[in-house]
Structures are given as structure tokens and as C-alpha cells.
């Protein structure tokens, strides 16, 4: 008989977020790898930002998706709190349970964010004993509460994180998460989970979804037909800790444009960017763009844009622009579907990040790297030259072979492992 795993994760598509992917992608693999896969979401009638009914595409039609309600926000808001996996909080455990008592579950897997989920396997343990994964996307509890105001909304949430993720992680039988860097926190603060089984894999690319874009001729809304520019794109949230290396690269532009490229200037279109997710008015990088003297070669599209609208802006443009934190651990899963587009790539990226060494073997793209004290002037000038040298139709090479262990499908099967590994640390302890 297939195992059946639970994966928890309160937004799938249709949400649009960026999250929603690594628990597709994980999804989708797992199912085609021969295990029962039910997804525990919440119904997007309940989500706040705007909906992507494409998405559902790209989600494998032998996935059993179980939907339930969530407290709506406009009641939540009143007491000060709108998280939805607080919101659906007791609605994803009742139905846990449901399937339980028909034991139907060998394996609970809790994607964070939300990461007030992954209380839900505690809980379900305590009663169930089923053992459960927490799987980080990002940390739970930040490297620091610096800057932070006392009493803050942040403050509070920094100390609910260090109150309430121990709390989660008690009885946990498998962590998991983008890289080891994301996950050695919670390991260095809680010592007893220094022999519970462990995962990092990237978030994943799937060629499928490029051609899906390609098959629906999805309409690219954002480039202009111009011989004159070179458009470079760059799609996704502006971290905090990116700002510094934006602006860098900015003044860069500024510079090569004003010098260089005169004839042929690159202009940047920044997708997605904003800090309120469907709000076109959520401008990041325009005000950086203008105090850098770029605003003239920047266009700002903050709100949120459908998915495979972005990967058809991508495989369109004349080259593609990640920008990395300045904290080490922070590994851009978005590297992957870049790559995958097949146009000339710029990324800035800190000289630890797992992500440069993942470029440096797979190829497709230049990276610029920086350290946390970041040189501002020598990211200037490494960035100018890299611009004044930009390649206008020729596609990087791409050592595929390399790229292809990235690939969700492959992580597929050292996945089962891991859980094969985490049920049998689950039933040695618990014996």
C-alpha cells in the first residue's frame, strides 16, 4: 500500500504567493514518486491577496486537496492579529483528526511560513502521536531583534517566535528547509534536535512550468517593443537586507548608461516588488532608483503579477537581474526559474550564500558577489563593468547536468529517504 503524507501549508494555489510553489512542486514530486499526497490548505475564498486560477495547472489532479474555512480577517483584525495559519488554525487540526481516527496519515509535513503552523504538529502529536516535519522556508525567529521597537508589532513577533518555536519543535521528528542555514538556529537553540533526522533541499524548478506558459500563450504585458533598450528584468520582493546592493547596482546603472550606453541604454523593469502585495502604488525601488539619479531607466510594477505571466516576461526579456541579501544564508529559490528562462543573467549575491556556488557549477549567468560589510565602491564598479560588457542576444551556457539535481523530481526520491528515515527516528523514540 502507498504511505500517506499530510502536507500542511496554508496557502496553495490559487494563491498567488511565492511560497505556494515549494509545497506544489513537493506535491507534485511526492505523487509521481508513489506516495498518497492530501494537501491541508485553506479555501482561497479566505486568502487576501488576489488569486491566480492558472496556478491550478500546474498542480498534479491525483493530489487530494483538502480546503478548510479560516476565521475571516475583518473580525481577526479587531484583536490585532490576521495570520492565516492562526486563522485556520483549529480548522486544519479538526480535520487532521477526522483522518487520523481512520488512520489514514503515516506522516505530517508543515511548511513555514505560516509559521504559527507548525504548532499543529505538536498538538496533533500529543494526541495522535503521527509524527510530523517542520520545513523552513525562512527562519522563524530572526538572527536579531536589532532596530526593533520595544512593544513593536515586530518586537512582539520576535518574541512569540522565541516563545512558541520550542514549543513546536519538542516532539518533531524531521526538520527540513532550503538550506542548512535556515534550520541550524532552531538546531543550536534546542540541543535535543541535534540527532533528529535532517533535509535541506532547494525549493525546486520544474521545466513543466515554462512550458505551460508557453502552451497557454501567456501575454507578456510589461516589456515594449524597443531596439533601442536593453530590458532587463527583475522579478520578486525586495528583501530589507537587499536595499544596500540594489542601490549599488542603481548608481551602477546609472553610471553605465549615462557613460557607456549611451546608444543603448538597459532599462530595469521591476516586477512584483512592492511591500503590500496587490497595491500598484507599493513603490521599493523607484525611490532608490531616484536618489541613485536612475529613475529615468527604471519602471516600477509593484503589485503582484501572475505567475506564468512572470516566467513569460522572463524567457522575453533581453536579461534577467537577481539581488541578494546581505545576511550569508539567504539563497534565492528563484535562481532556478531564471536559469531556466534562457536569457543573460546578473546576480548579486553575498559570497557565502549556497546559491553562488550553485551559479559557479551550473553556469547561466555572472554573479557579482559581496560581503556583509558590504564595499559599496567596489560593488559599484564591478557592476558597472558588468553592464558596460552586457550581452545583447547571446544565451549562457548552462551546464544542465549540474542543474538538473535542483530539479524537484530529483529531490523526489531522497525525500522518501528522508521520510523513511524520519518514521523510523518516530517509532525508536516513541517505543
Excluded at 511565492?18 to 512542486?25: E, F, K, Q, W
Excluded at 540527532?195 to 501575454?219: I, N
Excluded at 541604454?265 to 502585495?277: D, E, Q, S
Excluded at 539567504?330 to 534562457?342: D, H, N, Q, V
Aim: charged content about 20%.
Amino acid at each position: 500500500m502507498k504511505r500517506c503524507v499530510f502536507l500542511v501549508s496554508a496557502h496553495f494555489p490559487p494563491s498567488n504567493l511565492v511560497s505556494v510553489h515549494r509545497a506544489r512542486l513537493l506535491a507534485n514530486a511526492l505523487s509521481a514518486n508513489g506516495w498518497q499526497v492530501h494537501v491541508v490548505t485553506v479555501d482561497p475564498v479566505y486568502y487576501e491577496e488576489r488569486i491566480d486560477p492558472d496556478l491550478m495547472q500546474l498542480v498534479d489532479p491525483s493530489i487530494q486537496i483538502h480546503r478548510v474555512p479560516a476565521i475571516p480577517q475583518k473580525y481577526t483584525r479587531l484583536m490585532g492579529w490576521g495570520d492565516i495559519g492562526l486563522r485556520s488554525f483549529f480548522f486544519m487540526y479538526r480535520l487532521l483528526c477526522e483522518h487520523a481516527r481512520q488512520k489514514t496519515i503515516d506522516l505530517v509535513h508543515i511548511t513555514i511560513p505560516s509559521n504559527y503552523q507548525a504548532l499543529l504538529g505538536r498538538l496533533f502529536w500529543e494526541n495522535h502521536r503521527i509524527p510530523y516535519i517542520v520545513d523552513y522556508i525562512d527562519p522563524w525567529v530572526p538572527e536579531s531583534d536589532q532596530g526593533v521597537g520595544f512593544l513593536s508589532k515586530a518586537w512582539t513577533s520576535f518574541k512569540l517566535a522565541e516563545l512558541l518555536e520550542p514549543v513546536a519543535v519538542a516532539r518533531v521528528s524531521g526538520i527540513a528547509g532550503i538550506t542548512k542555514g535556515y534550520f541550524s538556529g532552531v538546531v543550536h537553540r534546542n540541543p535535543h534536535l541535534r540527532d533528529v533526522p535532517k533535509f535541506a533541499y532547494k525549493m525546486g524548478c520544474s521545466q513543466v512550468d515554462y512550458e505551460k506558459a508557453r502552451q497557454l500563450h501567456v501575454p507578456v504585458r510589461r516589456l515594449e517593443k524597443n531596439c533601442l533598450e536593453q530590458q532587463i528584468v527583475y522579478a520578486g520582493a525586495l528583501l530589507p537586507k537587499a536595499v544596500e546592493p540594489m542601490r549599488c547596482l542603481l548608481q551602477a546603472l546609472a553610471i553605465a548608461n549615462s557613460s557607456k550606453l549611451r546608444d543603448h541604454p538597459i532599462r530595469l523593469i521591476c516586477l512584483g516588488t512592492g511591500n503590500a502585495k496587490d497595491d500598484p502604488s507599493s513603490y521599493q525601488v523607484l525611490p532608490i532608483a531616484h536618489a541613485a539619479g536612475a529613475e529615468k531607466w527604471v519602471l516600477e510594477y509593484p503589485e503582484r503579477h501572475p505567475y506564468l505571466e512572470v516566467l513569460a516576461t522572463l524567457a522575453a526579456a533581453d536579461g534577467l537581474l537577481i539581488v541578494g541579501s546581505t545576511e550569508p544564508h539567504y539563497s534565492p529559490s528563484k535562481l532556478f526559474e531564471t536559469i531556466l528562462a534562457r536569457r543573460p543573467l546578473l546576480v548579486l549575491l553575498h559570497r557565502q550564500s549556497e546559491a553562488t556556488e550553485i551559479l559557479n557549477n551550473a553556469g547561466g549567468g555572472t554573479a557579482v558577489t559581496f560581503d556583509s560589510t558590504l564595499d559599496k565602491t567596489q560593488l559599484i564598479k564591478e557592476c558597472v563593468r558588468v553592464f558596460s560588457n552586457w550581452p545583447t542576444s547571446t544565451p549562457p551556457f548552462v551546464n544542465w547536468e549540474s542543474l538538473s539535481c535542483y530539479d524537484m523530481a530529483y529531490h523526489a526520491g531522497k525525500l522518501t529517504d528522508f521520510y523513511n528515515e524520519v518514521i523510523a527516528y518516530h517509532e525508536k523514540v516513541n517505543s
